[in-house]
């Protein structure tokens, strides 16, 4: 096993249940579980494993549960194997968890800043203003001029470069509603209005990020144990910019595909993905392919998934 990168899931991955098997078994997930609902004064481990599924998926709520299972994951995989990684990074949210693997901000200062965070970007536009699209299956240059066209409509802006031909876009309602019917016109595979309740990572979040740098005003940020890659820049970030990163990054377009692209370059084969689902695992696929460079990659988000990378790791010692 070559230079090892791990990767953390954002908001969209969250399901009623996640983690509960990994709770039950092991005393290190616990641990985070009730160290969460303390910090929090939530009972979020009760939301995250019983529901309902509309509690879970207030973003107040999302944020701080993907967290939480992401760290407890990580902890147990640690407790488990010499776990040596180069880097980290994470999908928005998911930088949050890139940051406590870093050891650059404890488990306890990153659940409350979630909280906060979700709760300010679901405050930020009034509901029914703002929505956001997945566009499948067309260039980013062809996306980008297209929003250029639709911003006759209002604010439209790329909002994920997830994967090559996958790309979200947002902002306000008709603007991405034009947006959609033009991507459509253009050619592209698929473009659909997503459930979402807000315009993430659109300018229209600004007022969040401000909100944001106040509560991150009382967090000192320790050195960074290994390299994390920024979502506004794909650049590795230094320490003394890591609030301002975290700020801009709420109203700001998340690099994924130019932030795996830096980590392929500088010569990382192998991601592990932790947290629930594996949807960056499908994204990271993509991105190498497109690269033609040969990769390895992993998911660890329940008991069977998490035994098979440790037996995978323990067999590359």
């Known amino acids: 096993m070559g230079k090892v990168a791990l990767v953390f ?11 509960k098997q990994i709770y039950e078994k092991y005393e290190t997930a616990r641990k985070i579980f009730d160290k969460s609902n303390e910090v929090l004064n939530v009972d979020l481990k009760s939301i995250i494993f019983e529901g309902p599924e509309e509690e879970l998926t207030k973003t107040e709520n999302t944020q701080p549960a993907i967290l939480t299972l992401s760290i407890a994951l990580f902890e147990v995989l640690k407790e488990k194997i010499d776990l040596k990684y180069d880097a980290c990074a994470g999908l928005s949210l998911g930088e949050y968890s890139a940051l406590v693997a870093a050891d650059a901000i404890s488990f306890e200062d990153a659940a409350v800043l979630v909280k906060k965070r979700g709760r300010y970007m679901q405050q930020a536009v009034p509901s029914g203003k703002g929505t956001m699209a997945a566009i499948l299956g067309l260039d980013r ?110 109203s700001s377009s998340v690099m994924w595909e130019d932030s795996i692209e830096r980590l392929i370059n500088d010569g990382f084969d192998t991601f592990i993905e932790i947290g629930p689902g594996k949807t960056l695992k499908a994204f990271i696929k993509k991105i190498a392919s497109k690269m033609k460079k040969e990769v390895n990659i992993y998911n660890v988000e329940d008991e069977d998934t998490l035994e098979e990378v440790v037996n995978i790791i323990k067999g590359d010692e």
């Open 141 to 250: 240059e062809v996306l980008l001029d297209v929003l250029k066209e639709a911003s006759v409509e209002g604010i439209v802006e790329a909002a994920n470069f997830n994967s090559p031909g996958q790309i979200v876009i947002s902002g306000e309602v008709s603007a991405v509603e034009k947006a959609v019917q033009l991507c459509k016109e253009k050619g592209a595979k698929k473009a659909v209005v997503l459930k979402v309740s807000a315009p993430f990572h659109s300018s229209m979040l600004v007022n969040a990020g401000e909100n944001l740098q106040k509560e991150l005003e009382n967090i000192d940020f320790e050195n960074l144990k290994v390299p994390v890659v920024a979502n506004v820049d794909a650049n590795y970030v230094a320490k003394e910019n890591i609030k301002d990163s975290l700020v801009r990054q709420v």
């Open 9 to 19: 899931p954002g908001q969209g991955s969250q399901y009623v249940g996640m983690g």
